[in-house]
DNA sequence: CGATTTTCATATGTCTTACATTTAATGTTT
DNA sequence: AAACATTAAATGTAAGACATATGAAAATCG
């Protein structure tokens, strides 16, 4: 491993950047141990806090776990799905937030990609992904809920609904555009009657789902984009008409 | 900001964490420069090395940068669609290598999503997005290539495809999805009539993408899907065999 | 002899201090 | 007024020390 001391970027960001490497091409493997600090420290020739630095951030990417102690020392993680997604979802945040996507852009985007999961969901789909999507109807449906707590729980809907394709992958990608939504949709303040149109439309879905009948289930979602989209337009018309 | 010193994690993951969370809620806001090292030290209340720790993980993530100099100090990024890109394709790399995810789920979520795309791609693709398709069939066509230029021409052909929808959300996502598959890919051997046949369902594609008839372009690609899969299958197959 | 306790070595976590380097603003000189 | 030198503030890096966690070996006791 070799380190540019001229370099224009840090030696952290070197010493990360090798090690990083070393994970992707499979040098290092899962639960492989790396060398002590001060190990490290003598064979990049740094110093230790200048290893830490890198080795906090390989941390803070969840690609090694430290452990203290005698037989301690920075192993090499197995990335998983579960841990990966919490990053997904606060970069899928920051990115839309930063940005200014419209909510037009970010709600045509989700929906979309939810698309491409019906019929898989819709071919596969557990009981109990089918339980989850109608408890979580039912629970919507209750009088005195928040307009948060309704927006979780369609974040809830929509979730059963990914994971019905049974492909850790898309459930993983579909994770940050669902989410990332949830910012946006809390801006928005449902009305009760809103929410029994947005209530029927689940309801639409999760009887497609229900008959594992794939096309309708896009045809569904695509009415909730409807929906969606229209009510998020006369919201932010009324709110922009206001000032 | 408080930290608890008396926490299981460490106090740089913590210090990392009260930042991270000022930076979401909007406390911190895009190109405000957070106080100086020694500053953040004296506040949290730990030693400089501790804060510089708790900043590199943050600079992990591309949520701030720093600056040396008079004027010098860490600034919260404007986290761009094009900074998070390699780190969601580094992240979804490992997952797929780390996690014993077979080719077949790969490919299912990747087709499946890319379908997504299809009819926004077909409607608002411009003659440049369609321009780098042709383009990148010919280089596809070209003799002498090597397996793995061939692949890396394929992203670029799935990559433009995927731009043409125009939905920066989109592509964002699909970069993960479409370039995670590459060193799968890279696994397979194409002889030349496997070549010839994934060139002319490009082929296929590019024709509907400038017919922009979404649903030929759906169907195409699905067409695509099945050849890949069961090239895939066979040499897959072929190389068990032979142990 | 076996089980328990103690000791110890090793590693990370943290602090302190110091110095190097970069960079912009300020001051000085010609 | 322009060019140059100085300075101050900030990050980058190094070195050493101590605290703390933890597993393993050694010592002790029943």
């Given at each position: 491993m070799k380190i540019d001391p001229d370099s224009t970027v840090d030696l952290s960001a070197q010493i990360a950047g090798a090690i990083r490497d070393a994970i992707i091409s499979g040098s290092l493997i899962v639960d492989e141990r790396l060398p002590s600090e001060a190990e490290l420290a003598e064979q990049?020739?740094?110093?230790?806090?200048?290893?830490?630095?890198?080795?906090?951030?390989?941390?803070a990417q969840s690609l090694i776990r430290t452990q203290r102690g005698a037989?301690?020392?920075?192993?090499?993680?197995?990335l998983s799905f579960e841990a990966a997604q919490p990053q997904q979802i606060t970069t899928s945040t920051l990115l839309l937030s930063m940005n200014a996507v419209s909510f037009e852009t970010a709600c045509e985007a989700r929906y979309a990609l939810?698309?491409?999961?019906?019929?898989?969901?819709?071919a596969r789909r557990t009981p109990d992904h089918l339980a989850t999507m109608r408890a979580e109807i039912h629970r919507q449906a209750q009088?005195?809920?928040?307009?948060?707590?309704?927006?979780a729980s369609d974040v809830a809907f929509h979730r059963a609904l990914v994971d019905g394709?049974?492909?850790?992958?898309?459930s993983y990608q579909l994770a940050g555009a669902v989410e990332a939504m949830q910012p946006l949709m809390n801006m928005i303040t449902f009305t009760a009657r809103d929410r029994a149109r947005?209530?029927?439309?689940?309801?639409?879905?999760?009887?497609?789902?229900?008959?594992?009948?794939?096309?309708?289930?896009?045809?569904?979602?695509?009415?909730l984009e409807q929906e969606t989209q229209t009510l998020a337009q006369s919201v932010f018309a009324a709110r922009a008409a206001r000032r």
């Open positions: 990049f020739d740094v110093s230790r806090p200048t290893v830490r630095e890198a080795l906090k951030r390989l941390a037989t301690g020392g920075a192993f090499v993680n197995r939810e698309r491409a999961c019906a019929p898989l969901s819709a009088p005195g809920l928040t307009d948060e707590a309704f927006c394709a049974g492909n850790p992958v898309l947005i209530i029927a439309l689940h309801e639409g879905i999760a009887d497609a789902i229900e008959a594992q009948d794939g096309g309708a289930t896009a045809t569904a979602l695509t009415a």
